[in-house]
């Protein structure tokens, strides 16, 4: 079979095989193998360099090989090598599952039927259609006990459970994955970390504006049921990502804070609703009131 394909067809092949191996199971992320790891690259040189040299030394054996042969053998060697290999199991398979008559025995499955000499030969169907057939009966009579006597589960349980286990992994994909959370999506957080997180968040960002009470300075008192651009946790965090009047209100935070974070801060300012600040701010905006869902 080596004699029939060429070293330059081999080696490519062998190469590209020993390659996709090594991308497969060196982990290198998004970057091929031999870009993020520069020994990988020298190793699949010298597999390319090993195996120009082993078709080199077999080709030189094999010529030195036969130069010594005589006469008789050179010929019975060169007859050997241009002699195309014979697969005679696969043409036996082919045979058997084609279930045709050899042409000596033609005659005995002849039928009378002659048309301008072409004559009719009864030959029976191949055994691979008959067993095919069989098959398609067995499994027929399998689908139809099992789909429509048993109720087994069909296309349409499988697509339900498949919603039903998708929307499991979503919901607890967006448990850890809190950053996802927007205007439409975010809920009152009430954990006691949380709103920790947020009160170091007000601290920090807002106490210069808000007062650490939440009593209003430069922005407004937080205290109060007035609202300038609503209330709630969805108006409150829309607010603080996207910032408040223009030209005159606070500035947009998305640009600073993770969506988790500003969760955390717009929760935390609801903790002051109903206390009393030291020095509280005159109301501005309206009173807001919750929608009833």
């Not at 607890?172 to 009160?199: I, M, P, R, W």
């Not at 106490?207 to 009593?215: F, L, N, P, R």
């Not at 500003?262 to 009393?276: D, R």
Request: charged content about 25%; overall charge negative; proline content about 4%.
């Amino acid at each position: 079979m080596r004699n029939f394909i060429p070293s330059w067809v081999r080696v490519p092949i062998v190469f590209f095989i020993i390659f996709g191996l090594v991308e497969y199971f060196v982990d290198s992320g998004d970057k091929p193998a031999f870009i993020e790891q520069p020994i990988v690259l020298l190793f699949l040189l010298l597999v390319l360099l090993v195996l120009i040299a082993i078709e080199a030394i077999v080709a030189s054996v094999d010529n030195i090989l036969y130069q010594s042969l005589d006469e008789v053998g050179k010929a019975r060697y060169d007859a050997k090598r241009s002699k195309a290999p014979e697969f005679k199991w696969i043409k036996n398979t082919y045979k058997k599952l084609l279930g045709s008559k050899p042409i000596q025995e033609e005659h005995e499955i002849i039928l009378d039927h002659n048309y301008d000499g072409i004559k009719e030969l009864d030959n029976n169907l191949p055994p691979w259609w008959i067993y095919s057939f069989y098959i398609s009966i067995i499994f027929a009579i399998v689908y139809l006990a099992r789909f429509h006597v048993f109720n087994g589960e069909n296309q349409y349980n499988e697509l339900e459970t498949e919603y039903a286990e998708a929307k499991i992994a979503i919901e607890n994909y967006k448990k850890t994955a809190k950053d996802l959370v927007d205007f439409n999506t975010v809920e009152l957080l009430t954990e006691s970390s949380d709103l920790k997180a947020g009160q170091k968040i007000f601290e920090l960002n807002c106490v210069a504006c808000h007062k650490a009470d939440g009593g209003g300075g430069i922005g407004p008192n937080l205290t109060d049921e007035h609202w300038i651009l609503g209330g709630g946790i969805k108006n409150v965090f829309k607010t603080v990502s996207e910032g408040g009047r223009d030209g005159k209100g606070m500035i947009a935070w998305k640009q600073s804070l993770k969506p988790a974070e500003i969760a955390q801060v717009s929760s935390y300012v609801l903790q002051f609703q109903g206390t009393t600040p030291a020095e509280p701010k005159a109301a501005e905006g309206e009173v807001w009131v919750a929608e009833k869902e």
